[in-house]
């Protein structure tokens, strides 16, 4: 059994930062894929950026330039490093760990830019 639990959410103004971070449960994480998704509200879920076990990474067009992701395999933790929010990134975050062709999902956390 895989746990995923992501935390660092928040209500933060435009223009600030928060970063997001996801432990992952299992010897298997240094040979694994790690995700972030978001849902903005009455919306689909999207993928925000993901990062190999090898370290590559990718982000979506919307958020190149602001976010970041990393991780650290030492403590079975991955990153998103939010920088210059926009009211449009307000959704709630999830973590995904993609395992030999089965999906694991955080519970999600809530990211909120507001004035």
């Known amino acids: 059994q895989v746990q995923v639990v992501e935390s660092g959410g928040g209500l933060v103004q435009p223009g600030g930062s928060l970063r997001l971070s996801c432990e992952t449960s299992?010897?298997?994480?240094?040979?694994?894929?790690m995700g972030w998704y978001r849902q903005p509200p009455g919306k689909q879920r999207e993928l925000v950026a993901d990062i190999t076990s090898g370290g590559s990474t990718s982000v979506v067009d919307s958020v190149k330039g602001r976010f970041t992701i990393s991780r650290d395999n030492a403590k079975n933790m991955v990153y998103l490093q939010m920088n210059s929010l926009k009211p449009e990134d307000t959704a709630v975050y999830f973590c995904?760990?993609?395992?030999?062709?089965?999906?694991?999902w955080g519970q999600g956390t809530q990211v909120t830019v507001s004035s």
């Open positions: 299992g010897s298997i994480f240094s040979r694994i894929t």
């Open positions: 995904i760990a993609w395992i030999q062709g089965r999906n694991f």
